[in-house]
């Protein structure tokens, strides 16, 4: 190392910066977060400074910079941009033994700031010792959305109850054991779902039976008998939970930081066929992968049997991700699915995703609503239950709305001549957005009057949704995906395959793995991984 990491206690400690405008604002803001008594020396100094040291604890010197204002400080820190009192600073800092950082000049720092990660009372500091500060900030934004603020209540909760688990559990193995279920179980995931109030008591409830089992078996030992029921040597595994799980479009950036949470920590992951590669890679190594994926002539486990799956896994006591493309509640059938949990009494958390629609259209510059254009939306399936095709054309004649339709590309003919006989313009603008958000993204446009044609000749392949209004004129004034910035990642061979999966169940096809997909999924399995404290991790 050739730095080593601590953290400073500045609570109620002053802290003298010297140096009034943009820099030393934000070193002002982040040491008034850790509750410094900050004194800000400089002749001139920034109303925003002023606005935010604006309590009595803290101090604001309209002067030139001398020595003596150091005094009593804890820390120093040099934000001016005038080199030779930055030295001047450093050096008499050193002198009075005062640790001093003078901002963006390594060699006269004796702490670094680091790109911080504050989930209070945990808190986290990357650094790369000055050498690469942005890589430092983009390590950290990866690490943010392995980390959600639950972390924080979590462990003020474990803060609450410390000295009462310490009593009730007299060796430090068990204690060890007690908090590692603690974080691990039921209890975490009532926290990270919200649910303060019912994690405090299911740790409550740990604690009481953990510490019954301990007396128990205490006073067996002095009795030579053993005093422990049958009920809890033979304890039947705890009932699971099922995670549904909205995966995006594709594009793995696009999950959200809970999805992704729940990938990482799942037993086994129920994935369907419209689930990007890149996207499953990000779920937890050694989970159990199982394809139960459903095209519209293919349906690989029908949906009454993933409902069965989704039951049974977490009736074993395994955490289970139902991973969806797009968005579980938006044509995914994931109320079916939660209807079937509800009735097994087995727990579940529902994780939305971005949608299809809402993916293609912003992907392909269409904006689904615009002032001038369209005033409402319209989600439409092509397809109704057990296959029906979706024939309510005459709600579809609005001008003002833009209509998406979800799975219509392989009825694309018979929704275009339906729209026209019920009265819509076949001067309609209508677009096809196939592969959204993906390197291997196209978007065809045309009128209601033209797209079969043109789609004939271009082919277009699903996965594919169909935008319909006046908004798919913007297009082309619009469109800001640039293809050909996304190309390096894979080989023309592999952009010209869709991603789609024809695999069978238990197996993914194997696809060329997205470089900053792959990225994520190592810190998400190093921060998984970690053996280090809770309360306290650095990343150096």
């Not at 911080?116 to 983009?138: E, F």
């Not at 934004?141 to 410390?162: S, V, W």
Request: aromatic share 6%.
């Amino acid at each position: 190392m050739n730095t080593f990491p601590l953290f400073f206690k500045l609570e109620g400690r002053k802290v003298l910066i010297v140096g009034g405008g943009e820099v030393a604002l934000r070193k002002a803001d982040l040491l008034s977060r850790a509750g410094a008594c900050i004194m800000i020396l400089a002749p001139d100094i920034s109303h925003e400074i002023r606005e935010l040291l604006s309590d009595n604890k803290h101090e604001l010197i309209e002067k030139n910079y001398h020595k003596s204002y150091m005094s009593g400080a804890r820390v120093i820190i040099a934000a001016t941009d005038d080199e030779t009192l930055n030295h001047e600073i450093h050096a008499d800092a050193t002198e009075l033994n005062i640790p001093v950082n003078v901002v963006d000049t390594p060699p006269l720092c004796d702490f670094i700031f680091p790109a911080i990660i504050d989930r209070n009372p945990i808190v986290i500091g990357i650094s790369s010792n000055g050498k690469a500060p942005v890589l430092a900030r983009l390590l950290r934004a990866r690490l943010e959305t392995l980390i959600p603020q639950g972390y924080g209540k979590l462990a003020k909760l474990a803060g609450d109850f410390r000295s009462e688990v310490k009593s009730k559990i007299p060796t430090l193995t068990g204690r060890r054991q007690f908090w590692e279920r603690a974080f691990e179980g039921q209890v975490s995931q009532l926290m990270f779902a919200g649910n303060e109030t019912e994690a405090a008591a299911q740790l409550q409830a740990d604690l009481d039976s953990t510490a019954a089992a301990i007396h128990d078996k205490a006073h067996a030992a002095e009795n030579t008998t053993p005093t422990l029921s049958d009920e809890s040597e033979k304890k039947s595994p705890p009932v699971g939970e099922v995670y549904i799980v909205g995966a995006g479009p594709g594009d793995p950036e696009l999950l959200t930081f809970k999805a992704l949470r729940l990938m990482q920590q799942a037993d086994i992951v129920y994935y369907d066929a419209l689930v990007s590669p890149q996207v499953l890679d990000l779920c937890r190594r050694d989970a159990d992968k199982v394809f139960v994926g459903k095209k519209r002539s293919n349906h690989t486990v029908a949906q009454l049997g993933i409902n069965e799956l989704l039951v049974n896994s977490a009736k074993e006591g395994r955490r289970v991700v139902r991973l969806k493309g797009g968005d579980p509640f938006i044509f995914g059938r994931g109320g079916e699915e939660i209807e079937s949990l509800r009735a097994h009494g087995v727990p579940y958390q529902v994780v939305p995703g971005i949608t299809a629609a809402n993916a293609a259209a912003s992907y392909a510059g269409i904006p689904l609503t615009h002032r001038d254009h369209s005033q409402s939306v319209r989600f439409v399936t092509g397809f109704l239950k057990a296959g029906t095709p979706n024939s309510n054309f005459k709600n579809f004649l609005n001008t003002d709305e833009t209509v998406v339709f979800y799975m219509g590309l392989h009825s694309l003919a018979r929704l275009t001549e339906g729209l026209v006989d019920a009265g819509r313009s076949a001067d309609t603008p209508i677009a096809i957005v196939s592969n959204a958000s993906m390197p291997n993204q196209q978007v065809l446009t045309g009128t209601l009057a033209t797209i079969v044609a043109k789609q004939e000749d271009a082919e277009l392949p699903t996965p594919a949704l169909l935008i319909m209004g006046d908004v798919v004129s913007l297009h082309h004034d619009l469109a800001w995906y640039n293809l050909q910035n996304q190309q390096h990642n894979q080989s023309s061979d592999d952009i010209a395959k869709n991603w789609l999966r024809e695999g069978s169940r238990g197996e993914a096809v194997k696809q060329p793995i997205d470089q900053q997909a792959h990225a994520l999924s190592m810190i998400a399995n190093l921060a998984t991984n970690s053996g280090d404290d809770l309360e306290q991790l650095i990343i150096d």
